[in-house]
């Protein structure tokens, strides 16, 4: 149950063939040298961007926290390194394909891009309206990215998925890294990737998340659960921020608006796993941490069932209030991203909080019951996401209480 998280829920997966129909496809031999779009200016990569080695299965002897924050701190690096104006180091020996001249194409690619983005994720399409266009164009990049990387596990296709199609989409992402894209929407990406400092990593672990869903339905603890998080949802946020970037004003430390979007991606990811209990059940998938199952006097057989019992209740407050303390942890990281960046970002923050809102009001029964918030609820609450962007959460609540 991977699910794509730009800062917000992707929507409904029906008719996704066309952004994923490449998956099966070789990337090796012949099918590496298939003609691909050449639609940008000449890309610099430095090595400090994509020779970052996988710190977050180099040690597992450590917590899953530990070893997602050596990641954070590669990407802070980046970002800061960027805003000093050091200069990454070029590879001079490095081939790079991609010849981006074309405006016409490279405007075209970025409008597909935004067309996926509106249909699946329309409150997050309405949000990026209000950034500059670059930026806009580059998350609806990232976005498209993301939703076709989770559709391999989770799509139309999904049957046919196996780790080799995910080890050539990896190449594939190389390539995109590289300058040389496959299609409009490697075009969007590469070209994107160029311009800001996005690290390669969070997308490599996002693929690794979708190799954890080939092989793996259970997990142990939350330590196992949480890395799945990061995997799925929390490399999202690391992969937005340069983009989003930092307000000029901002005295928090790169470090900590990260860890902010990181805990934005996490809470999202438990929040859906909480609402889809019964969904995942029927797939034979438990996103649960066992030993809090076992802990609570529930097994894997109490869930299959679907019976909502004090048991149960007394178990998903325990489960909602860690999500919703994530979502505080974001909440203040929030607040020091631009000011144009932060509004589809609040807005998506609250509205997922509301779906753990809902789930209480279904009196736990998310089994048989899906908890969703309605299209007033959403409505309402993009003036609330836009009030918090401008003025601050807590400034925003002084007001309102007068």
């Known amino acids: 149950m991977s699910g794509v998280l730009l800062w917000v829920s992707c929507g409904p997966k029906e008719n996704t063939n066309s952004l994923v129909g490449f998956a099966c496809r070789s ?50 690096a980046l970002v800061r390194e960027q805003s000093r104006g050091t200069k990454i180091p070029v590879d001079l020996d490095k081939h790079i394909e991609a010849d981006f001249t074309n405006k016409d194409l490279l405007n075209e690619a970025y409008d597909r891009c935004g067309e996926v983005c509106a249909e699946y994720a329309k409150t997050f399409y309405l949000g990026t309206q209000l950034m500059t266009q670059e930026r806009r164009k580059a998350i609806w990049a990232i976005y498209v990215w993301c939703r ?3 559709e391999l596990v989770d799509g139309p296709n999904s049957p046919h998925i196996t780790p080799t199609a995910l080890d ?28 800001y400092p996005v690290d ?28 799945y998080c990061y995997y799925v949802a929390g490399t999202v946020g690391l992969m937005s921020v340069p983009v989003m970037g930092i307000a000029p004003e901002s005295k928090a430390t790169t470090e900590s608006i990260y860890n902010a979007a990181l805990a934005l991606g996490i809470a999202n990811q438990l929040t859906n796993i909480l609402r889809d209990v019964g969904e995942d059940a029927r797939r034979g998938r438990v996103y649960l941490p066992q030993d ?20 149960w209740r007394n178990f998903m407050k325990g489960q909602i209030q860690r999500a919703r303390m994530f979502f505080d942890e974001a909440e203040k990281g929030v607040a020091e991203l631009n000011s144009a960046s932060r509004w589809p970002v609040f807005a998506s923050l609250l509205l997922y909080r ?29 003036p609330s996401a836009y009030g918090m962007a401008h003025l601050g959460p807590k400034r925003l609540t002084k007001l309102v209480m007068r």
């Open 292 to 311: 809090e199952l076992a802990q609570a006097g529930l097994s894997d057989d109490d869930i299959f069932r679907g019976r909502v019992t004090d048991k």
């Open 27 to 76: 990337s090796s031999g012949s099918g590496r040298t298939q003609r691909r779009l050449k639609v940008c200016s000449r890309i610099n990569f430095g090595t400090g961007a994509s020779a970052f080695s996988s710190v977050v299965v180099a040690n597992p002897a450590r917590s899953s926290e530990e070893r997602v924050y050596e990641v954070v701190l590669k990407q802070a």
């Open 354 to 382: 509301q779906i753990l809102d809902s789930i209480e009001a279904n009196d736990y029964n998310n089994f048989t019951k899906r908890a969703y918030v309605g299209k007033v609820k959403k409505l309402l609450s993009l």
């Open 168 to 195: 050539r989409w990896e190449q594939r992402l190389t390539d995109v890294f590289e300058g040389r894209p496959y299609d409009m929407y490697d075009a969007a990406l590469s070209h994107t990737v160029s311009k």
């Open 200 to 227: 390669i990593q969070p997308f490599k672990d996002m693929i690794e998340g979708m190799r954890m869903d080939l092989r793996k339905s259970r997990y142990q603890n939350f330590d196992e659960l949480y890395l």
């Open 148 to 150: 076709r990387t989770d």
